[in-house]
C-alpha cells in the first residue's frame, strides 16, 4: 500500500528541497570562482571538485624542465670554468671555494619577487599552517651554510688535483651515497633498478681509482691524486647528505610549497658558506698572493675576473636547479639528473683541456650512464603506477557521484 501525505507536509518539503538546491548552486559559484582563480580545479554538473589533470600535468612538467636546463647547463660551465682556473694560473684553493657559494646576490631578485607573490596567495588562502620558527630557520641555515663550505673545500681539492673527466665521473658516486642517506632519512625505497644503477655506478668510481696509475700525464703527483680522488669521493658523500637533509627540512620544517622557500634554501646558507670562506681566505694566508695570481693569469687580469665572476653565477643557476627538483621530485632524483652530465663533461674536456679518454675511462663512463637510465626507468615505472592509481581513484569518485 503506498503511503501518502498530507499537502501541508508535501509543500514544506518542496520548499525546503529548493531552498537546498539554491544553497548548493550558490556555494558552486562561490568555490568554482575561487578555483578558476587558482587554475586548479573545475567543477562538474553535480558541483563536486573536480581536478584539470591535464593542466596541472603540463605546468609540473614544465617546471621539471627548468629546473633540469638549469641544473645540467649551470653545473658543466661551472665544472670546466673551475677547471679554467686552474689551468691558467689560478691556484687559490679557497677562493675556488668562495666563489661557488659567493653567486647568491644575483637570487635577491628572484627571492623579493616570489615572496611578495607568496604573500598575497597566503592572505588570499588563509592557510592554518604555522610558520617555522626563526631559531629553527637560523640553525638550519648556518648547519647547511658550513656543511656547503666543507663540501666545496673538497671539491675544489678535487678540481685542482684531477682530470676534469676524471672529476666528473668520480661525482656520480653522489648517487649511491644518496640513495643511502634517502634510504634512512626519506624513506626512499630500493627496488631492482635502483640497486642496479647503484652497483654499476660503484663499479665506474672504482674503475678510475684502478686507472690512477694512468693519469700520470699531467703534473700532479700522485700523493696529490690520491689526495684529489679521496676529496672527491668525501665532497659527493657530503653534498648527497647535504640533499637528503635538505628534503627532510622541506617536508618538516617549512611544510608549505612555495618557490620562495627553495630560494631561501640557497640564499641563506650560500650568505653562511660564503662568510666561512673569507675567513678561511683570510686564516690561510691565501688572501696575500691574489693580486699577485691576478696580474700572472695567462688570460689577463680581465680574463680572470670574469672568470671568477661567471663560476660564481653558474653554480648559482646549477643549485637552483637542483633544489627546485628536490622540492618538486625528490633528492634521488635531483641527483640522478645531474649525473646526465656525465657525457657532457669529459667530452668538452678532452676538446677544450685535452685529458685523455683512455678505454678504462670510456668503460667507467658507459657504466655510468647505464646506472643513469637504469634509474630513470624505475621512475618511468614509478610515474606509470601513480597514473594508473590516480585513473582507478577518479573512477571511484565518478561511481560514487553518481
Not at 175 to 192: D, E, I, V, Y
Amino acid at each position: 500500500m503506498a503511503t501518502t501525505y498530507p499537502p501541508e507536509a508535501t509543500h514544506h518539503t518542496f520548499k525546503l528541497s529548493m531552498e537546498t538546491a539554491q544553497e548548493l548552486q550558490l556555494q558552486t559559484r562561490v568555490d568554482e570562482s575561487r578555483s578558476d582563480f587558482h587554475g586548479n580545479t573545475s567543477w562538474n554538473s553535480v558541483g563536486s571538485p573536480m581536478r584539470l589533470p591535464k593542466l596541472v600535468h603540463y605546468k609540473w612538467w614544465l617546471r621539471i624542465t627548468i629546473y633540469i636546463l638549469f641544473l645540467l647547463t649551470g653545473q658543466s660551465a661551472a665544472t670546466l670554468l673551475g677547471r679554467f682556473y686552474y689551468d691558467k694560473g689560478g691556484n687559490s684553493k679557497w677562493m675556488a671555494t668562495f666563489v661557488q657559494s659567493a653567486g647568491f646576490p644575483v637570487l635577491l631578485p628572484l627571492l623579493l619577487f616570489f615572496s611578495s607573490t607568496s604573500k598575497i596567495t597566503t592572505t588570499l588562502n588563509t592557510p592554518s599552517e604555522k610558520q617555522p620558527k626563526v631559531s629553527s630557520l637560523i640553525f638550519l641555515y648556518l648547519f647547511f651554510g658550513l656543511l656547503l663550505t666543507g663540501d666545496n673545500l673538497m671539491y675544489s681539492y678535487g678540481l685542482l688535483y684531477l682530470p676534469v673527466s676524471t672529476y666528473s665521473l668520480l661525482c656520480a658516486t653522489q648517487l649511491a651515497f644518496n640513495a643511502l642517506f634517502s634510504f634512512f632519512l626519506n624513506s626512499q625505497k630500493f627496488t631492482p633498478f635502483i640497486l642496479n644503477s647503484l652497483v654499476l655506478v660503484t663499479v665506474s668510481a672504482s674503475l678510475l681509482a684502478v686507472n690512477a696509475d694512468s693519469e700520470n700525464s699531467t703534473n700532479t703527483s700522485r700523493a696529490k691524486y690520491v689526495i684529489g680522488f679521496l676529496c672527491t669521493l668525501g665532497a659527493s658523500a657530503t653534498y648527497s647528505l647535504y640533499l637528503s637533509l635538505v628534503q627532510l627540512s622541506f617536508q618538516k620544517v617549512f611544510k608549505k610549497e612555495t618557490f620562495s622557500s627553495v630560494l631561501n634554501m640557497q640564499i641563506h646558507p650560500s650568505f653562511v658558506a660564503t662568510c666561512g670562506c673569507v675567513l678561511g681566505l683570510f686564516a690561510s694566508g691565501e688572501w696575500k698572493s691574489l693580486g699577485k695570481e691576478m696580474k700572472e693569469y695567462k688570460e689577463g687580469e680581465v680574463s680572470y675576473i670574469m672568470t671568477l665572476i661567471w663560476t660564481a653565477i653558474t653554480w648559482q643557476i646549477s643549485s637552483v636547479g637542483l633544489l627546485g627538483l628536490i622540492f618538486e621530485v625528490s633528492s634521488l632524483f635531483s641527483n640522478v639528473i645531474s649525473t646526465l652530465a656525465l657525457p657532457v663533461v669529459p667530452i668538452l674536456a678532452v676538446i677544450f683541456f685535452h685529458d685523455k679518454m683512455n678505454g678504462v675511462k670510456v668503460m667507467a663512463l658507459v657504466l655510468a650512464i647505464w646506472g643513469f637510465i637504469s634509474y630513470i626507468y624505475q621512475h618511468y615505472l614509478d610515474d606509470l603506477k601513480s597514473k594508473a592509481n590516480k585513473n582507478s581513484g577518479n573512477e571511484v569518485s565518478r561511481i560514487e557521484a553518481c
